[in-house]
């Protein structure tokens, strides 16, 4: 088990370094690469920061504009990964995602409401990620109390309670944006998911989150491998069974709220890299965390970047990148399902 982790580990961090560099280096800025790297080298601390080989506003360009949203898709990549891995797990389905109990629909209702009404400077830049945040939360909040029945909460209460909150809040948001006038755009911007605008301090309030959540849920790796056989199974494996879904859920789901309330709604993160490093390690738990903080981080950070060149200078919502590279996936993954559930699909 260490071996495999220390193999596949080692080969996703290389991969996920490989792929920041070639983020770092490209851009619609038009900053030679000899510039980027020369600019990111003298930000070491023993360096004297390059203000008197490059102008500020390249400078700016490389390390307030592009380092700063390179690391940020790598953590909301994460964090949506590890919660798809987490509600995966306790769920006992392996096409759940992070959406699943209605937390992106709960954020979605308070960025909406604070656009709509024009409240999302009150507090400067954290007005939206702060109220989406509260709003998420009270979400899962809501979900909890409509399936939890004599202190028990059955998957498949659980399930259906989060997809009721999810249309309820869904059409609310819906309703808001029929509402708008000129702030239409922008409420379906924040729908569509980005990480433009978004500097040092949103990475400043993911990394938090995420070095909490991570080492909950690998903690819970090998009671989310029982789960697999069964939640009366567990039990007599020594698992907590209650607790143990009660940690997890909360956790997968302030990661989803955390990554939501910073880069707005970006589906498919969640189903798409968990499923995908199972077919590929196996189902272990015990290396599905690990790989899918990683993997997440990768995911997000290659679509960021198709979002940002594709059709550079203009800029494609990353939700539109994860949904168009997503929904296949996750047709194949029905598809696939269908064929190994009832043989030849002819």
Request: glycine letters at 12%; a positive charge.
């Amino acid at each position: 088990m260490k071996l495999k982790l220390f193999m596949y580990g080692g080969a996703a961090l290389l991969l996920l370094a490989a792929s920041i560099i070639i983020s770092l280096s490209i851009g619609s800025s038009g900053l030679p690469l000899s510039d980027v790297w020369g600019i990111l080298i003298h930000q070491l601390p023993w360096m004297d920061g390059g203000e008197g080989k490059w102008d500020p506003s390249s400078i700016a360009i490389v390390t307030e504009l592009r380092l700063s949203r390179v690391l940020l898709a790598v953590l909301v990549g994460a964090c949506l990964s590890l919660a798809g891995a987490g509600f995966q797990g306790v769920l006992r389905n392996p096409l759940a995602d992070p959406f699943t109990l209605g937390v992106a629909s709960g954020c979605s209702v308070g960025a909406a409401f604070l656009i709509l009404f024009g409240f999302q400077t009150v507090i400067g830049i954290w007005s939206v990620p702060v109220v989406a945040f509260v709003t998420g939360i009270g979400a899962l909040v809501i979900v909890f109390a409509l399936a939890r029945a004599r202190g028990v909460m059955n998957i498949e209460t659980l399930i259906l309670s989060g997809v009721i909150v999810q249309a309820f809040l869904g059409a609310f948001v819906t309703f808001m944006v029929s509402l708008s006038q000129g702030v239409v755009n922008e409420i379906m911007f924040w729908l569509l998911g980005s990480l433009s605008a978004r500097g040092w301090d949103h990475a400043g309030v993911v990394l938090p989150f995420l070095l909490v959540g991570f080492p909950i849920l690998l903690r819970y790796a090998q009671p989310l491998n029982l789960f697999v056989f069964g939640e009366r199974h567990a039990a007599h494996m020594g698992i907590h069974v209650e607790r143990t879904k009660l940690i997890v859920l909360i956790t997968a789901t302030l990661l989803t709220a955390v990554a939501v309330s910073i880069s707005g709604v970006v589906g498919f993160v969640g189903l798409v890299v968990p499923h995908m490093l199972r077919l590929m390690v196996g189902p272990d738990y015990r290396l599905l965390i690990p790989l899918s903080a990683i993997g997440g981080g990768i995911y997000l950070l290659w679509a960021d970047t198709l979002a940002r060149m594709a059709l550079s200078p203009k800029e494609i919502s990353l939700g539109v990148i994860t949904a168009l590279i997503g929904a296949p996936f996750f047709a194949y993954l029905l598809y696939r399902r269908k064929v190994l559930q009832g043989g030849s699909p002819s």
